[in-house]
């Protein structure tokens, strides 16, 4: 992906169309095949896990995440439509936040029965996050100006922004984050060709965009797999060894010294 990187910048600066798209497709197919091996990576982490057993109930009610997600983005969508009434506003926002107590009381659920307090804290602050942005939506959808209006949009942006987080938390937020940073670097590629081909003052902007775009992919996957070796089978059970371990030379020096001050117990 590194290489396909640096090539689809070098084949823009030189003006070789050819270059540009077979870079393009290296680092495509470097990011379907991150995708791939993320998932088995996530497959593997769930079955190696103390807690997994064949044929147990997934914690994760996925069809109802995956229809209370599709359900509030509909409704998102719609509330941003020019033709939208404000009766139609209100009727939406109410939908959203019907649907959007339903998805905070699973993943309230789903905290409750997290080992990790971190885990269990991020959860909770993205919950609090997710009803103050629909509680702001249902307040300013009352206001019909053309500033209420704008304001809506926003709104509505900042409450679908705040649902597939949510949504995708019990999962693996790092994995979305390399889609969204894989696509800004992709759509970058595009314009810094449109510029170059244009020779408009532009040219330098979009290679900044490019650039600033590839350094957050960088930055995404090395969270990813961050994320994925903190999670890896046996590294629970390594680091409570290591603990323990320190903790056993910590009383041996302690031990140890006794003994040479004639202080250890008989």
Known sequence: ?????????????????????????????????????????AYLIGIAHPKSEPGSKSPVDRALFERIQQEIQASCKAMTSPQVTERQVVSLANDISANLRTLCDECTAISA?????????????????????????????ADWSEEGKRATANNAHLVNTHVSQLSQKPLCTAGISCLEASRSVLIASKHMVNAAQNKNESADSSFMSFSAASRDLSDSIKQLVSVLKLNAPGQAECQQTLEHIARLLHDLQRDEMAIMDDRFPP
């Open 1 to 41: 992906m590194a290489d396909g990187l640096r090539g689809i910048s070098t084949a823009v600066n030189a003006n070789d169309a050819d270059q540009f798209s077979g870079h393009v497709q290296q680092t495509t197919d470097s990011i379907c095949l991150l995708i791939e091996e993320t998932a088995q990576a």
């Open 113 to 141: 029965q997290a080992t990790s307090a971190e885990e269990r804290r991020q959860l909770k602050t993205l919950t609090q996050e997710t009803m103050q942005s629909i509680t702001e939506l249902i307040r300013r959808s």
